[in-house]
């Protein structure tokens, strides 16, 4: 259930039965069967008090009761409680490879409903996803399951974002689009909108499930189609209000390149280094090599491209980069993910040129490991919060 019952009520004032009614719908989300009278003995409540609060999440059509445990048992059968996944839902857009993807989120994290727009790198600009969002957005909507809420809309795109106004500034994807306003969605379904940058949402639902990672400072670095990072102290995810936060993807790493990056400028890292840049001449070689990050994952471990020059050139720079971004965290870890990673000879350089550009005395002080890309990190933590303000609330309201 995407509910850190953890943290829910962390800076908020609760009561006892405020908290009971958490942990009784936490025991009835968990993996044992439920029952009134199984919960009353495990959680060591007044069984009255137990009864109460079922009877009151069920009138919230958060649980439900559904058949005998034991039918054939003499006495007063108990009756197995279940959650109801689909109670209330988030409407979620998000970007895989070149797909932009419109779905409807239940409280587990799965996707019950989708809709895909793809766009080609110079195709889409404002208009086109625009119009391809809304008309995706209006398909889902009239999809809603019977008894299920839609809490709001969460964005979850790659590149520079603006939050508090809600825009997507920069997508190397899509270089013609320009600070996409996601607000005509609010006008248009009266539901509130959050918009966050995706590697910012992987790590934070990564630190929720890693306890050992909230501990100092990580680094979480995306090295594929394009390249950036997030950070996080203490487990609590470090932002910029203009969304650009660890974009080291931009960063000028050759100032006499006549290269210009799909971000408007000249000689960065991600027009020596990024999937995009170096594909034309992986084909020269492979022309078969595809664009799709999780396809090239595969391809590049079958193909062995870490020998060719401009892959060479492009671990050698991002290295450097790399290292060069660490001096200003010496973060205790470096988690990579991405296509390029996966690959062993690429992660040897990787490591190799990393720690040999780091002063001696922190060579040794920062854990360095590949992580595979959670495939519903993103969608987890975007839809994560509308479910624990609303849930809050529900915990909090009582008959």
């Known amino acids: ?79 197995l409680l279940e959650p109801k996944t689909n109670r209330f839902l988030v409407l979620m857009i998000h970007v895989v490879s070149h797909d932009i993807r419109c779905a409807l989120v239940d409280m587990e994290g799965a996707v019950i409903r989708e809709q895909v727009a793809k766009f080609e790198r110079t195709e889409a600009d404002n208009d086109k996803i625009a119009a391809a969002v809304t008309a ?101 995810v470090i932002e910029s209000s203009v969304g650009s936060f660890g974009e080291f993807g931009h960063w000028t790493v050759d100032s006499l390149s006549d290269q210009r990056c799909h971000c408007g400028e000249i000689g960065c890292l991600e027009t020596v280094a990024s999937l995009w840049s170096l594909l ?33 050139k492009a671990v050698d720079t991002f290295a450097l980069a790399l290292a060069n971004l660490n001096k200003a965290f010496y973060a205790e870890r470096i988690v990579l993910t991405g296509p390029f990673v996966a690959e062993s000879k690429i992660l ?11 002063p001696e005395y922190a060579r040794d002080k920062c854990r360095m490991y590949v992580a595979q890309r959670g495939a519903t990190d993103v969608i987890q933590g975007c839809s994560m919060p509308f479910f624990e303000d609303k849930m809050r609330n529900v915990f909090r309201s009582h008959r």
């Open 280 to 312: 034309p001449e992986i084909r020269n070689v492979f022309p078969e090599a595809p664009t799709d990050e999780f396809a090239f994952e595969a391809f590049l471990r079958d193909k062995k491209l870490a020998a060719l020059p401009a892959v060479e």
């Open 136 to 236: 995706r957005v209006n398909r889902l909507t009239e999809e809603i399951p019977d008894g299920s809420t839609v809490l709001g809309i969460g964005v979850a795109v790659p590149g520079i974002i603006d939050p508090e106004r809600r825009r997507w500034i920069y997508s190397a994807r899509w270089p013609r689009m320009s600070a996409f306003s996601f607000d005509a969605l609010t006008e248009r379904t009266g539901l509130p909108i959050r918009v966050d940058r995706n590697l910012n949402l992987e790590l934070r639902t990564r630190l929720m499930r890693r306890t050992e990672e909230r501990k100092g400072g990580v680094l979480f670095i995306h090295w594929g189609y394009g390249i950036g990072s997030a950070y996080a102290w203490n487990g609590t």
């Open 348 to 358: 040897e350089q990787l490591e190799r040129v990393f720690r040999s550009r780091l």
């Open 1 to 79: 259930m995407l509910v850190s019952f953890e943290t829910i009520f962390s800076g908020h004032a609760v009561s006892a039965l405020d908290r009971d009614k958490a942990k009784v719908f936490q025991a009835v989300c968990g993996d044992g069967p439920a029952t009134r009278k199984r919960l009353a003995k495990h959680m060591g409540m007044r069984p009255t008090t137990v009864s109460r609060l079922v009877n009151e999440l069920i009138d919230d059509g958060l649980i439900e009761e559904t058949r005998p445990v034991d039918p054939t048992r003499q006495g007063r059968p108990e009756i």
